[in-house]
């Protein structure tokens, strides 16, 4: 979580989303329905893939309200894995290599983008002009220009960096910024860029469960669980005064909801007249309204109702852990160095506490968690960075606190990821983490 450009807190507590991103999560969600129709399998690889996907994908349903209990998901998933066929339309991956469009489709699977925070730039961010088939694909933290130089001198046709190399808006590509420099070095080399970001923070499996997993297994929660696409975002209820007044307002409905499919239910029929509800979508809200208010009866009886996204379990910002073997402050300390391979950490003691004291529950934010890990109840919170005065506030209720520095608390799920995303390619695809990528801190 948070970004290498800076702000990561500021952004992840207030979740304003800059302009330029509303393009990128638009061409994430018509990733959805494209990677549903076509998942299903074909050989082992992909077998194992979704026998591996099953285990921790959700299940999306972005145009509709319906929302499925555990039970229910997994059912569906598992008569998924039996009943799809993988059609990847053009495979190359008989070949050994695979298209750009068909790792996209992988990685989807693997954590949808719409699981990413609103302000957040994920998916494809540099895409090669001149197709080519993807057979060198390099994970990295954070993609500087030792990262890049790896990139070229190893023939890498895809870099997916955990942190978008492209955040903030441009208006030119040129050589004085180091961004920029980067985004034009990958479009020379023909060298696809993508970034996963926040999808790996929330999705289940994904980031925050590898980092709360170094304590050992517990009985783990999401802090800010993730909501579900929901087309239809309000209801309009109304009174209508005959079945011919119902099917000419419907009509007219219709006629204000180009993008989703009307939705409308006629509860009942009384003395008083035809009760109808109906869903639309927030850009089809006003248009709507507008319509009802010409009519006299809906416009005397109009209620507008807010609906509310269905929720994602087991996705989302944060992890909690009710620990099944409480350790000492002590043993969690060595465990976390272990878990994150670092020599070093820092710690905050909690007011009362000691390094003999019992952590029985720990909260976990990946990168600069302070914002969502602010005002939880654990022993202990793990997060990347927080201010002095966010770790002063935490240590004053009692919390301690430790700190990895920020990208040293995301680093180690690439070796995870690349396992997950190795079983789902073909043989003839190289999957490699970075050995230049490192936090730029360092203990001295
Ligand atoms: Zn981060």
Redesign the pocket.
């Known amino acids: ?3 290498s450009a800076g702000c ?1 807190s500021e952004v992840k507590g207030k979740r304003k989303a800059p302009l330029m991103l509303t393009a990128c999560r638009n061409l994430s969600r018509t990733f959805l329905p494209l990677t549903y129709r076509r998942l299903c399998t074909r050989g082992s690889w992909t077998h194992q893939a979704a026998l591996s996907t099953a285990s921790f994908s959700p299940l999306f349903l972005p145009h509709s309200h319906i929302f499925l209990t555990n039970q229910a998901t997994s059912a569906l998933l598992n008569s998924s894995i039996h009943s799809h066929i993988f059609c990847l339309s053009h495979s190359t991956f008989s070949s050994g290599v695979m298209e750009l469009k068909e790792v996209l489709q992988v990685l989807e699977q693997l954590a949808p983008l719409s699981l990413a925070e609103s302000w957040d730039n994920v998916g494809l961010l540099v895409e090669p002009s001149k197709p080519r088939p993807v057979k060198t694909i390099l994970l990295t933290n954070d993609l500087t220009d030792a990262v890049m130089a790896e990139a070229e001198a190893m023939s890498c046709d895809l870099i997916i960096s955990y ?1 978008p190399p492209l955040f903030r808006p441009f208006k030119r590509l040129v050589q004085k910024d180091w961004k920029q420099r980067l985004a034009i070095r990958a479009v020379e080399a023909g060298i696809a860029i993508f970034s996963p970001h926040t999808s790996w923070d929330s999705v289940k499996g994904g980031v925050n469960d590898w980092l709360v997993g170094g304590l050992g297994s517990g009985q783990v929660s999401v802090l800010s669980e993730a909501k579900g696409d929901a087309s239809h975002s309000h209801k309009l209820e109304f009174m209508a005064k005959s079945a011919g007044e119902v099917q000419g307002i419907l009509e007219e409905l219709k006629a204000c909801d180009s993008e989703t499919t009307l939705q409308h239910a006629i509860s009942r029929s009384d003395s008083s007249g035809i009760h109808v509800s109906v869903t639309c979508s927030d850009s089809a809200l006003t248009p709507s309204v507008q319509t009802l208010l010409r009519h006299n009866a809906p416009s005397q009886s109009l209620c507008i109702l807010k609906l509310e996204k269905p929720p994602l379990p087991g996705h989302g910002q944060g992890r909690l852990s009710i620990l099944d073997q409480p350790v000492t402050m002590e043993m969690a300390i060595q465990k976390m160095k272990s878990h994150l391979g670092l020599s070093h950490l820092r710690l905050a003691l909690g007011s009362g506490q000691t390094l003999e004291s019992s952590v029985n529950s720990v909260a976990v934010c ?3 968690g302070a914002s969502v890990l602010n005002g939880v109840k654990a022993d202990l919170y793990i997060t ?1 960075e927080m201010s002095h005065h966010e770790v002063l506030d935490a240590v004053a209720k009692g919390m301690s606190v430790i700190l990895s520095d ?2 040293n608390s ?1 680093r180690g799920y690439l070796a995870v990821f690349k396992e997950r995303l190795a079983v789902r390619l073909p043989e003839g695809v190289t999957v490699a983490v970075s050995k230049t990528d490192r936090d730029p801190l360092e203990v001295v």
């Open positions: 979580m948070g970004h990561p942190h990946a990168g600069s990347g920020h990208s995301e």
